[in-house]
């Protein structure tokens, strides 16, 4: 799961710290899905824990964005309804605005989504 989080049409970018691989790469915020979960819970769990933001989730962007044979990426528009983010689990935070939405080396996974909130705009 992944959260466009967007505070003042800004999108919330978050550098990934591991594994050595991705380390480095931006990506949206999230992560997996628990047993016993919605994809919209843990959404929300996951920003919380790797941000300490509680967020409020909007638009489903796209359908399931493909990472792999056993992997999809599901992403939803989220705004911040407590909080603001720390980078608990991550090496940076940054905001970008739409001019400056390509400044960053996204992860190839989320470059996809990206390119959707470019066109369509993070209004």
């Known amino acids: 799961m992944g959260a466009a989080i967007i505070a003042?049409?800004?999108l919330l970018a978050a550098q990934r710290a591991e594994p050595a691989?991705?380390?480095g790469g931006w990506e949206l915020p999230g992560g997996k899905v628990d047993p016993g979960e919605t994809d919209a819970d843990?959404?929300?769990r996951e920003c919380h824990e790797e941000l300490?933001?509680?967020v409020r989730l909007g638009r489903r962007i796209g359908a399931d964005w493909r990472l792999s044979e056993r992997a999809v990426l599901r992403v939803w528009t989220a705004s911040i309804v407590e909080g603001e983010p720390r980078a608990l689990e991550?090496?940076?935070l940054r905001w970008l605005a739409p001019?400056?939405?390509y400044d960053v080396a996204w992860l190839p996974g989320d470059?996809?989504?990206i390119d959707v909130l470019a066109r369509e705009g993070l209004g």
Do not use: T
């Open 52 to 54: 300490a933001i509680k």
């Open 99 to 101: 001019g400056e939405l």
């Open 90 to 92: 991550h090496l940076a």
């Open 42 to 44: 843990a959404l929300v």
């Open 111 to 113: 470059r996809p989504v």
């Open 8 to 10: 003042d049409g800004r």
């Open 21 to 23: 691989h991705m380390a």
